[in-house]
């Protein structure tokens, strides 16, 4: 089946539905590695918000009190994100050296490449890795671009490892931080 149809139809989307699903409904360690799972998913290959990660504390069965549960998530889906974002790291240094995939990325029709370049090049420049973890600290926002803008500008792995990982616990704090903050307001 060519990569096209797959891509296109239906069954890529069935298969993210089921993923989400999985994520929002997981319960036990299984639950975790669900989500560590997902989570490595997300920084390379899937452009998805991370935060329905944290859907399921509430139900994870795991025999801890709720604040140790997202404690436990938000860890694991840092480091499945950090393994996932080495992965993809190691994936933007082969393209940097690959003269034809950025040719082939500047000339699609989003010119993702010339806009994410542009952003994380500034960020880049005035913070270094401060800034990718900055930049994954945002809600709601595919890191997908930003990790692979980031992974075509820096070579080291292990800082690149780290700041998708403070980045990662960073957006889940935002975000419960945020949830919290409206569900107190109303």
Not at 88 to 95: K, L, M, N, T
Not at 160 to 170: E, M, Q, W
């Amino acid at each position: 089946m060519p990569i096209d149809l797959v891509l296109s139809g239906g069954l890529f989307e069935s298969l993210v539905a089921t993923l989400e699903d999985a994520v929002k409904t997981a319960t036990g360690p299984l639950g975790l590695t669900i989500i560590g799972i997902y989570s490595f998913l997300i920084a390379f290959v899937l452009p998805l918000p991370s935060e329905i990660v944290l859907v399921p504390a509430d139900q994870m069965r795991l025999g801890l009190p709720t604040e140790a549960t997202l404690a436990l998530i938000i860890l694991v889906s840092a480091i499945g994100k950090a393994a996932g974002s080495v992965f993809a790291f190691h994936i933007g240094q082969e393209a940097k050296q690959s003269g034809p995939v950025i040719r082939w990325v500047r000339r699609s029709r989003f010119d993702i490449i010339s806009w994410s370049e542009k952003k994380t090049v500034q960020l880049a420049q005035r913070f270094g890795y401060v800034g990718l973890a900055l930049a994954l600290c945002v809600p709601f926002f595919p890191d997908t671009i930003s990790i692979y803008a980031f992974s075509v500008l820096e070579e080291d792995y292990y800082r690149f490892a780290a700041a998708t990982f403070v980045g990662s616990v960073g957006r889940l704090l935002v975000t419960l931080v945020s949830v919290f903050s409206i569900t107190v307001a109303f």
